[in-house]
């Protein structure tokens, strides 16, 4: 169906309204009446030529959205520039209470790849007026990153898709907002941890381990359990490295307890493949460092993102 393409009204180009003030309605409207009758019923309605559709209508509000959903969700993922335009922090708090009922909505937003959303809900800690403070959109958007966190893994490579070069130089801004002016913020934090996971490219977490020293040393608290981001084992040697060598120069929050995981991983776990050059290299660290206990008697991560230590008998019995 083509539909009116006026300034001020939804198009197939332009389906998030021109005008702020229109959000607040429109996302009441949605969320009042989508559910799946809606949703078919509005798909007929656009199939139907003879049907009045007058841009502005309440019915065509609530129909082209519901309609639009079941295709192609990606309008709804609003970027830096339109969410900076909204007109209040109610309107911004309604948004992302939408995006949030709408991944939960069974199939609205398959046909956007998760990268995507990732980008465009990540995109709300960029906005100048800092609305992540805001304990209301906090919420929601920690109930957003738990979201994120079920899924198996995301593809990256998609988040190309969605006006950035590469998620890369996106996750590279989002690191350097976060230094400036993140106030160690829990829930950035998590965002900040989430494609640190080892099964994600190497980039990620050289970036954040290399260039990004800071926001590593502004990692205090994480609203991410860091099991979720300690899941997979480190196989790059030159990370391992890293590892060691920041435990050495007493590096704290977050980052400790990661490197203290992946290090004792590496030096206890047998079923990982290692060169003993390497190992005498990370046992030389740990020895100079004053985490050395720690390492050796590292039993995992708590609820609370806190290690968790054996006792001394445990940690002889495994030959720690």
Not at 7 to 27: A, E, K
Not at 36 to 64: C, F, H, N
Not at 134 to 146: A, D, E, F, P
Request: aromatic share 10%; charged share 25%; hydrophobic share 40%.
């Amino acid at each position: 169906a083509v539909v009116s393409t006026q300034s001020g009204h939804y198009g197939r180009g332009n389906v998030v309204p021109d005008t702020p003030s229109v959000m607040p309605l429109f996302i009441r409207e949605f969320e009042r009446r989508v559910t799946r009758r809606v949703i078919l019923k509005s798909q007929r309605y656009w199939a139907t030529p003879t049907t009045t559709k007058e841009p502005g209508d309440r019915a065509w509000v609530v129909g082209r959205a519901a309609a639009r959903s079941t295709l192609d969700g990606s309008w709804v993922l609003l970027r830096k520039e339109q969410l900076m335009e909204l007109a209040s922090e109610e309107d911004l708090s309604q948004y992302l209470r939408f995006v949030e009922f709408l991944v939960g909505l069974p199939g609205a937003l398959n046909s956007v790849p998760p990268a995507i959303q990732l980008v465009r809900v990540m995109s709300v800690f960029q906005v100048p007026s800092q609305p992540f403070l805001i304990r209301g959109v906090s919420v929601i958007l920690g109930n957003l990153l738990h979201y994120f966190t079920s899924i198996p893994k995301i593809n990256l490579t998609h988040a190309s898709q969605s006006g950035y070069v590469s998620f890369y130089d996106f996750y590279n801004t989002f690191c350097e907002t976060y230094e400036a002016e993140g106030y160690c913020d829990a829930v950035f934090a998590g965002f900040v941890l989430l494609p640190t996971r080892c099964d994600y490219a190497l980039t990620y977490r050289r970036l954040l381990w290399v260039e990004r020293v800071e926001t590593l040393r502004m990692l205090r608290v994480s609203e991410l359990s860091l099991s979720h981001v300690l899941r997979y084992p480190e196989s790059d040697a030159d990370m391992m490295t890293l590892y060691a060598s920041s435990l050495k120069n007493g590096i704290k929050g977050l980052g400790r307890v990661i490197a203290i995981h992946h290090v004792h991983n590496f030096l206890f776990n047998p079923k990982i493949r290692k060169e003993q050059e390497l190992v005498d290299l990370v046992k030389g660290f740990v020895t100079e460092c004053a985490d050395e206990v720690c390492v050796r008697r590292y039993g995992g991560v708590g609820k609370d993102n806190k290690i968790i230590l054996k006792s001394e008998d445990e940690a002889m019995e495994t030959g720690e």
